[in-house]
């Protein structure tokens, strides 16, 4: 079993930034891929970001392009989310995610998504 916990939410004026860390503990394996969703009050949770750990492939959601940086540290197993020029709209509670992929296809659906991390709040203010 992976266990996945994140750290890093808070409170940022908008135009701010964070970085979110999710470490992978417990049956760590590799190749598979990490990302990030998000879920905002009221909305469904959606895709944010997420990288391959073999490859090092990224992908991202059309709203957060140019403002958030995904990037690992492999011997740390460790995935972070870099997030700059942040807006109220970002406002969510975000959640790092796992699966076995041993491909470079990057998955933004969160059936995919085998192992979750609780959840950190992230709270933009204008």
């Known amino acids: 079993q992976v266990q996945l916990v994140e750290s890093g939410g808070g409170l940022v004026q908008a135009g701010g930034s964070l970085r979110l860390s999710c470490a992978a503990s417990?049956?760590?394996?590799?190749?598979?891929?990490m990302g990030w969703f998000r879920q905002a009050p009221g909305k469904e949770r959606e895709f944010v970001a997420a990288?391959?750990?073999?490859?090092?492939?990224?992908d991202y959601t059309d709203s957060v392009k140019g403002r958030f940086t995904i990037s690992r540290d492999s011997a740390k197993n460790t995935v972070y989310l870099q997030m700059n020029s942040l807006k109220p709209e970002d406002t969510a509670v975000y959640y790092c995610?796992?699966?076995?992929?041993?491909?470079?296809?990057?998955?933004?659906?969160?059936?995919?998504?085998?192992?979750w991390g609780q959840g950190t709040q992230v709270t933009v203010s204008s």
């Open positions: 990288i391959t750990w073999r490859y090092i492939d990224s």
């Open positions: 995610a796992a699966y076995v992929s041993g491909s470079r296809y990057i998955s933004k659906s969160q059936y995919d998504y085998r192992h």
């Open positions: 417990g049956r760590t394996f590799s190749p598979y891929a």
